[in-house]
């Protein structure tokens, strides 16, 4: 199962909790697990390839990319074993589509459902651990998917056909539900549609969409059966908000990570029957990038974000409890966050793409960084996962590192490169 959103955002009766927290600046004091030296895995062609990766409870990974190459892209696939064996590259696509913007989920099985947009639509295929794959199918028209799914192997995807937002279950054995309207007024920009699912086979899907005259943060419960609830609005009406990461606890509770245009940080309960529950202030800090959730076993969410202090960028998070009691807003300077997994014993791994300023150089250096809490929120050292003359810098934001993590820890990083490359690496 994937344990954080797909990050293409910036491109996740109420109770409001306004708390005032200092935010204490974190010395590198616990220890980290290393990463390997990166490896490339794949050729991303004429684009930035976009990979996403899952990994099941058992450490198997399936990396998912975008391959454009003569006018025409396909989606590719790698598979990596949990003892860090790399399988081989298969294309996943028909040969015939112009196809684009993968995302993946596994089972506990190993099974992946990886879902695509492109010229035929949106389309989607089961992957099995032994490599075997059923032919693409159509779940309608639209662009952009996601995907979430659980141990048992059902997936909820969401996807974008303007200006409408659809839905729709895919059962393990490969039966596909109705398609669903989610909301019929989607905004011509800004974030994605982002969906998280429990064992029950409940899910919360999060989106960008309208209140009155401002973009605001929408939601949905899927009942176990499939059926979508009534939307819910998560944010304030004529008042700007966007979405973040979107996490679900044991017990089916959704924590929806989200930011107001003032750069207040957010995070929204929503309770298993689907109704609104506690919204809390996380942050005051200028706020930059879209704010990222995980939840452990015990329920307790970690939110980050990156918060825009004076002339830089630190990374801000802190955690908030099952019964809503947050932590000290905690931070580590000249840090950022694109994507962050959460492992069996509640350590948090950070990754992100980090440009160095003051450069002279065109473009100018880029590397990609990792960054472990350990479970009781302690921050380890800023490691550097690119190679020594790799550059990875996008001034369109596109150059964001994707990672997975298994119940052991195994933390696996994918990310392209100004090269077109799509690099590999992982911790132990």
Known sequence: MKSRRGVRGSRGGVVMVGVCVAAVLVASVASAASFSSPKTIGDAGQSRGFPRIASDSAGDSLVVWHDYQQSKGRIQARPIAADGTIGSTSTLSNPGADSNNPAVDLDATGTATVVWGGSAGVQWTHVSADGSQTPPASLGEGEDPDVAVNDAGRAVVVWSDYPALRAAIVEPDGSVGTVQTLDEHLP?????????????????????????????????????????????????????????????DAQGVTTAAWSKRSGQVMATRVTADGRLGQTTKLGDSRFSGSPEVVIDSSGTATVAWRAVVGSRSDLHWVRLSSSGALSKERSVARASVDSMGIDGAGRVTLVWNWTRAGSRTSPPPAEIRALQLQANGKAGKVQTLSSKGENTYDFQGFVEPVVAVAESGTARVVWPNTKAKIRYAESR
């Not at 549609?193 to 939601?219: E, F, H, K, L, S």
């Open 188 to 248: 011509d920009f800004g974030d994605l549609a982002n969906v998280a699912i429990d064992a029950t086979g409940r899910a919360t899907a999060v989106w960008q969409g309208y209140a009155g005259r401002a973009p605001a943060v929408m939601a949905s419960r899927f009942s176990a059966d499939g059926t979508a609830g009534p939307v819910l609005r998560i944010s304030t009406r004529n008042k700007p908000a966007f979405p973040g990461g979107v996490a679900i």
